[in-house]
């Protein structure tokens, strides 16, 4: 992958801090009406619920690289050098096909998803899957879109046990133009939000694991950048006085996919780091 | 009949008088019907300031050490303040 489609050091740092990078409008036109038309048709199947002896069924777990090749759209769609190098940069260059599935909301539709984080409650520390949520047309307020809470993706709970939530400081609508694209940790919360237009709302949700260790997988030049720290340190509000709990678990993430061990933040892994072997 | 609302509200601290981060509403008197995304901003800026409005406040969160080897977990919001209102429905 040519070093100029990769994410920079900057932009991953953002992703470990906020759990997720939004790009709008970055699928051409054309191609995203394309994916629309394909999805409307029905296809690709989903691995959920496909017939036996579909070959959907067998693909969770498999290299994503020539799955959709019957769907000339949606496999546009996933190599598009911008895309595939958002996807290289955070996974590595052989993903990892977990499931996809066209998630479209009816016209006049009021209720609310609550909150939820999706698949049950996941152990690992330092690998994460990704969740591309692709909007192939605009989606503006009253359709929705997409909830997301930035800075939840490291707080591990079980899909809905967090249901009782219904609003945060800083929630955030996807709200974009047609094309655009939200890439997610797996761990993020997230619900969809009402469609009140006269117009069904699509929206395609693939999720994709590593297929190798996590490390320094984007374009590296800016490792040493200073801005780095400031970005590990956002604060998202809604969690509190836990911010600084917050940003610890990033700058774990952040070291091991840096390959950086004794990257820290205004010293505050470092100091909990100084124990001597006689103590 | 009187009726409960619940309001829940979700604190920077355990202090009632610190921030609001997040917060649900429950009407059981049918009169509104709140769901996840519908507000942007808190109702009330704290959980003190939703007292003397005349939300009772029914539950205060514990304060519990973390478990050995879990200090820094984090999951669900820890400062949770659930809140009454009893009213003629």
Redesign the interface.
Known sequence: MAETHLLDSKQVAAFVADGYLRFDGLVPGPLSAAVLDELGAGGPPSSFGAAPGNPARAWPGRPLQGLFRDWPAVLALVELPAVAAIVESLLGPAPIYDHHYAHVIAAEQRWSQPWHADAIEDPRRTAFDIQLFFFPHETPREMGGTMILPGSHLRRINEASIARYQNFVGQAPMVCPAGSLLICHHGIWHCGQPNLTKLPRTMLKLRLGPGTRQHRMWNTADLDDPAIGAILSRDHRWYGHEVRLEIANRIRLWRALSGQPRFDVDYWLTRLENETADT | MVRQQLL?L????SSPE????????FDGTGRQS???????K?PYPSVLAAMRDGWRVIQLPALSPAAPGTE????????EFVLEKLVDA
């Open positions: 829940v979700y604190s920077a601290t610190s921030e609001v981060g997040a917060w649900s509403l709140r769901m996840a995304g519908d507000s942007d808190p820094h977990a984090t999951a669900f919001l820890k400062y």
